[in-house]
């Protein structure tokens, strides 16, 4: 009897020592589930949420959007501004002073282009002549809605004019501006801001705060109109 007492004692340690291995693995199994929640709730931290105070008083958070979303309203006013400011001149706003603080709002291979068509806008045919007497306003009278060509793309229609007066021609002329204008974002602000900024500089600088760009302006019936990167290199 007493040689199968080790046999005994090692039969009775088997069950123990797999009850012991199952509760290691549930221990193991709950740590493992454990650090996925407190991962989950790290992240949730770490993604920064924007408080929204709303114009009845009430405020709520709000999720981060990606980069390249940008709210209607928003895009609306950066093209009504942005060719306000570049479409209006006098003595006091020389044209080729606001073309130069106005100008990093367009795309590099839209400003070529846009400063040939505003040069003909000036009817003196003199750009950097800041001692003319002409005065021109571009009079905005609708911004569609945008439409969205692709992520961080849309297009919008414009109709205006630019009234034209001089000091000898009190009631002036009118010239159309109805354009398709194609507008992107962009990753980071292309103006900047000089260390005794004018007015007009300032107000670029401001425009340029939402990160958007005008890629394209085209006539209101081409039917080919589109972003700069869809246009071919070959002159």
């Not at 949730?44 to 959007?65: C, E, F, N, W, Y």
């Not at 400003?111 to 306003?137: C, D, M, Y």
């Amino acid at each position: 009897m007493q040689l199968l007492k080790p046999e005994h004692k090692k039969n009775s340690i088997l069950p123990l020592f797999a009850v012991g291995t199952l509760g290691l693995n549930l221990l193991t199994l709950l740590l493992l589930m454990f650090h996925g929640s407190m991962l989950q709730r790290l992240n949730r931290q770490l993604t920064p949420r924007s408080l929204v105070q709303l114009i009845d008083g009430h405020a709520i958070t709000v999720d981060p959007k990606p980069n390249l979303a940008r709210h209607p309203e928003t895009i609306r006013r950066f093209v009504g501004e942005t060719m306000t400011l570049m479409l209006n001149w006098s003595q006091q706003q020389p044209p080729a002073a606001i073309w130069e603080a106005s100008s990093p709002l367009l795309a590099n291979k839209l400003q070529a282009k846009f400063l040939s068509e505003i040069n003909n806008l000036n009817s003196a045919g003199q750009f950097g002549n800041t001692n003319r007497s002409e005065n021109h306003v571009l009079v905005i009278q609708k911004i569609s809605q945008p439409t969205q060509l692709s992520d961080g793309e849309w297009k919008i229609e414009m109709l205006a004019n630019q009234l034209v007066f001089g000091s000898s021609d009190n009631l002036g002329k009118s010239i159309p501006f109805n354009k398709q204008i194609i507008i992107r974002a962009i990753d980071e602000q292309a103006t900047s801001l000089p260390s005794n900024p004018l007015p007009w500089q300032l107000a670029a600088y401001r425009l340029g705060e939402s990160r958007l760009e005008i890629d394209n302006i085209c006539d209101i019936e081409d039917n080919n109109c589109s972003g700069t990167s869809k246009l071919s290199n070959t002159p």
